[in-house]
């Protein structure tokens, strides 16, 4: 259903796409196309007139008993001393001033000059006759044809090259829409799946706290005596609710990268220790060691601080909920360029290697009974790899069941002068 939505989407897309360009594109093609058929046909009458004129040039006129007499010997095709002209002609006619035929080279005409000087086509050949003057009076008239069939060839081809290009070149269009429609939906195929997703993990992990509020509420109804008690689990069950509602909604907005250059920068060094001192008294309550590794220097990242503090935040609970009284959690801060890498320690249960791969991904959990136990939902990590990631980072985990376990976030490390320092340590717990 959900990627029928998005294909007809994309369809539609692909085809307002190809239908814009392929109209400008059929314009485009339509104007060049009339504009080269009327430069060729213009070139070609052009021709005709530049080789009539020529022609005509080598005309002679003498004199003879008072009357101007025309000698065509020098004229090409017609007289007997011509020169090559480079022109394919099919027929050179003279007609005197009257309009009879006097001279002609190629198919025979009609004995008289049908047509009024200018062009003509006649069949398949273009027709041009002028008038040749000499002072004032006219000697007679010049009429040449040439074959159209270069010029046919030659549209023809053009008329191809159309007939073929233009249906190609849509094609292309066709399929370069296809793609770009693809990517176009990228962003909002990203938008809804993260929606789709927020309303199924939302309605999933909801189902089983809104039964126990329900039963809750009836066994508070029909026992009396009970009210308080079960108004105490409501009011547990709806702070677990609203924990896991907040999370899920922090997973789905915060999809993408961050744009880091517009971020502020945020002192690593100054959340952790704000970090430890939080949960000093619960390190305290619960006989645990605390370990903070907070090197001199310089320990700036561009974010999100809430967003940091977060994902810093559910690796520390993580330590506390699964390291038994007796045991240490360290937290250390160090270069590893172009990272800084933020490292919780603990000497905790542990994770079984198999699961390791698994860690992150939304409501994993090694160990269903006793995570439910400790009020996780699986989601915590996957918050902070999402975060990590949304600043330009990653995470990593090392673990060993009974020994302990390492989550190191690495953080683009904004560039400074700042140089190593020598490891220093403080202790609390
Ligand atoms: P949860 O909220 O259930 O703790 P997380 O995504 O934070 O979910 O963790 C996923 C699983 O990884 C947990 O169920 C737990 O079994 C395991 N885990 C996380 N952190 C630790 C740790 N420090 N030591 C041992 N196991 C851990």
């Known amino acids: 259903m959900d990627t029928q939505v998005f294909q007809h989407s994309r369809r539609q897309f692909a085809r307002s796409f190809t239908t814009v360009m392929g109209t400008i594109l059929i314009l485009f093609t339509g104007s060049l196309y009339t504009w080269e058929v009327h430069n060729q046909r213009w070139g070609f009458d052009e021709d005709l007139q530049i080789t009539a004129r020529v022609m005509a040039s080598s005309i002679k006129v003498e004199p003879r008993q008072g009357q101007w007499r025309v000698n065509l010997n020098e004229v090409p095709f017609l007289g007997g001393k011509t020169q090559p002209i480079d022109h394919e002609l099919v027929y050179v006619r003279w007609f005197d001033a009257d309009g009879s035929l006097r001279q002609f080279v190629g198919p025979p005409p009609t004995l008289t000059l049908g047509d009024p000087p200018g062009l003509a086509t006649v069949g398949s050949v273009r027709q041009l006759t002028i008038a040749v003057e000499h002072e004032g009076r006219r000697l007679g008239y010049l009429q040449i044809g040439e074959p159209l069939d270069t010029l046919s060839r030659s549209l023809q081809r053009l008329r191809w090259a ?9 094609g292309l269009i ?24 927020f309303t199924a993990d939302a309605s999933h992990e909801l189902r089983a706290p809104l039964a126990a509020l329900m039963s809750n509420a009836q066994l508070g109804i029909l026992a009396p005596e009970q009210a ?12 677990r609710m609203s924990t896991l509602v907040e999370t899920l909604l922090t997973l789905a907005r915060q999809q993408g990268s961050l744009d880091l250059q517009a971020l502020p920068v945020v002192d690593l060094a100054e959340l952790l220790q704000d970090l430890s001192q939080t949960y000093a008294p ?16 310089s320990w700036s990242v561009r974010g999100q601080r809430e967003l940091l503090h977060q994902a810093i935040d559910n690796l520390l609970r993580n330590a506390l909920h699964y390291t038994p009284a007796g045991g240490s959690i360290t937290v250390s801060l160090s270069q590893r360029d172009p990272w800084i890498v933020v490292q919780v320690a603990d000497t905790g249960i542990g994770i079984a290697p198999e699961h390791l791969p698994h860690l992150g991904e939304r409501f994993y959990r090694v160990d269903t009974a006793r995570s439910r136990h400790t009020g996780g939902f699986g989601l915590g990590l996957a918050l902070v790899k999402q975060i990590v990631a949304a ?18 976030l690495h953080l683009p490390r904004v560039p400074s002068l700042s140089c190593h320092f ?6 609390h717990g």
Not at 230 to 239: A, M, Y
């Open 282 to 297: 619960q390190v305290t309550a619960q006989q645990l060691t605390w370990q903070c590794h907070l090197p001199p220097g």
């Open 174 to 197: 066709a399929g370069v829409s296809w793609i770009l429609a693809d990517r176009a939906m990228q962003p909002v195929r990203q938008a809804y799946l993260s929606l789709h997703q």
């Open 228 to 239: 308080p008690h079960r108004l105490e689990k409501i009011v547990s069950t709806t702070r």
């Open 391 to 408: 600043h330009g980072g990653f995470l990593t985990i090392a673990s060993q069941p009974q020994q302990g376990s390492q989550f190191s």
């Open 422 to 427: 020598p490891l220093a340590s403080s202790k």
């Open 162 to 170: 159309v007939v073929l290009g233009v249906p190609a070149t849509l």
